[in-house]
């Protein structure tokens, strides 16, 4: 089992900047690829943004790419999601999620633990 607690959400204004986190405990070193993902009222969770535990390599959705950075620090076993620029559309509440089985990396189905949730708020 792998938990994972997210922090950070907020109500920001366009343009303003946020920093996720999401902190993970119990059996961590099964994890193969950590994840960000956000839903939005009415429409299906989508992908955000991911990293490979080990490796350090990331992926984004177009949507974010520029303006989102995804990183880990592998002694704290945590997460980190820097939005920038943010934008009104960029609402939505942000979900952290783990793969311990390496399918693909935008995929909902890939990730087997999930987060609670954070709320993002940005105002126009």
């Known amino acids: 089992q792998v938990q994972l607690v997210e922090s950070g959400g907020g109500l920001v204004q366009a343009g303003g900047s946020l920093r996720l986190s999401c902190a993970a405990s119990g059996r961590t070193f099964s994890t193969y690829r950590m994840g960000w993902f956000r839903q939005a009222p009415g429409k299906e969770r989508e992908f955000v943004a991911a990293i490979i535990w080990s490796a350090g390599s990331t992926y984004y959705a177009d949507s974010v790419k520029g303006r989102f950075t995804i990183s880990r620090d592998n002694a704290k076993n945590t997460v980190y999601l820097q939005m920038n620029s943010l934008k009104p559309e960029d609402t939505a509440v942000y979900y952290c999620?783990?793969?311990?089985?390496?399918?693909?990396?935008?995929?909902?189905?890939?990730?087997?633990?999930w987060g609670q949730g954070t709320q993002v708020t940005v105002s126009s």
């Open positions: 999620a783990a793969d311990t089985v390496g399918g693909r990396y935008y995929a909902v189905g890939s990730y087997n633990y």
